[in-house]
């Protein structure tokens, strides 16, 4: 699943500590999301488009 975390994240400003620390899970795990090695569970996917003010279809997609 393509997503468009690490966008977000550097438009915000932000580093993958940081951004992990406002969404209490790991700098791995951000990394890991950003990599597209991990696709994040739903409750983490819903809070990750919540901190970003967006929605979680306009941050994860698959390619068709």
């Known amino acids: 699943m393509r997503n468009e975390v690490r ?3 550097l438009a915000a400003g932000l580093s993958q ?3 992990g620390e406002q969404l ?3 700098r791995q795990t951000i990394n890991s999301i950003e990599t597209e090695k991990y696709d994040p569970s ?3 996917a ?3 488009a ?3 003010n ?3 279809e306009e941050i994860f997609h ?3």
């Open 7 to 9: 966008r977000l994240r």
């Open 17 to 19: 500590r940081e951004l």
């Open 24 to 26: 209490s899970v790991s």
């Open 42 to 44: 739903l409750p983490l």
């Open 46 to 48: 819903i809070v990750i």
């Open 50 to 52: 919540r901190h970003f």
């Open 54 to 56: 967006t929605t979680v």
């Open 62 to 64: 698959v390619d068709p």
